[in-house]
């Protein structure tokens, strides 16, 4: 019974033209404040812009949600 944490995958682009992120967060803990301030941190990580996000909720206790 371990409780589910957050997990970061990064992809960058080869060309350095985007960057691809998958954050899995604890499904009890996602809501739509949580995605902006997320998206948010990442444009400042990576000095970037945020194109487009899909939240994904598979079966189990993680949400997943994908950043470009």
């Excluded at 941190?41 to 189990?60: C, N, V």
Aim: avoid cysteine.
């Amino acid at each position: 019974g371990e409780r589910p944490r957050v997990r970061v995958l990064v992809r960058v682009d080869r060309f350095d033209r985007f960057v691809s992120v998958i954050v899995f967060v604890p499904r009890d803990r996602y809501d739509s404040r949580v995605r902006e301030r997320i998206g948010s941190y990442l444009k400042e990580a990576f000095e970037g812009r945020l194109s487009a996000y899909y939240p994904a909720f598979p079966e189990g206790g993680l949400a997943r949600v994908h950043f470009i």
